[in-house]
């Protein structure tokens, strides 16, 4: 029983542990542990201000994709309406547009605010560790934000309203 215990320590400390009482809380202190570091790798100022700038690009287009509806799949979707809709089409097609449009614009004063707030909290002078966090936080919430707006298209915001 008594090396076993030791065995059961080592590998402990192994993993960078002291002493934790059961597996969950081992897998809760790593599972923090990964998260800071992930949120640390996220704090890059050039590479946020680039993926910002790449996600306003996008944005754009994707604005233009629904106030234009000329995109392939948009068509196909002008199509759906029709035929579901028949001659109360045009209405509900406007209607859909302009709901998009709104929740493109939303998405994209979210994103400004974040990146407002990251700025704001990285260009101060004097930081604790305590801010430092604050400032991790709010590059992995642009990074984040960012990453799920690129990865979606105008069709997306138009569909489902």
Known sequence: M????????RQAAR????????????????????????????????????????TVKHLDKM???????????????IKMIQKEYGENASDRLDSNQFKAASELSQRSSRLYEKY???LRE?????????????????AADVVDDCRSILSQKGIDFIRYY
């Open 2 to 9: 008594r090396a076993q215990r030791k065995a059961e320590l």
């Open 63 to 77: 604005m233009k994709e629904v106030m234009d509806l000329k995109s392939p799949t948009m068509k196909k979707y």
């Open 116 to 118: 407002s707030y990251y």
């Open 15 to 54: 993993y960078g542990a002291s002493r934790f009482t059961n597996h969950k809380e081992f897998a809760k202190q790593q599972k923090q542990r990964y998260s800071d570091l992930v949120k640390k790798m996220k704090n890059d100022p050039k590479r946020i201000k680039a993926m910002v700038n790449k």
């Open 122 to 138: 990285a260009n101060k002078k004097d930081r604790s560790y305590i801010f430092n966090s604050y400032v991790d936080n709010y």
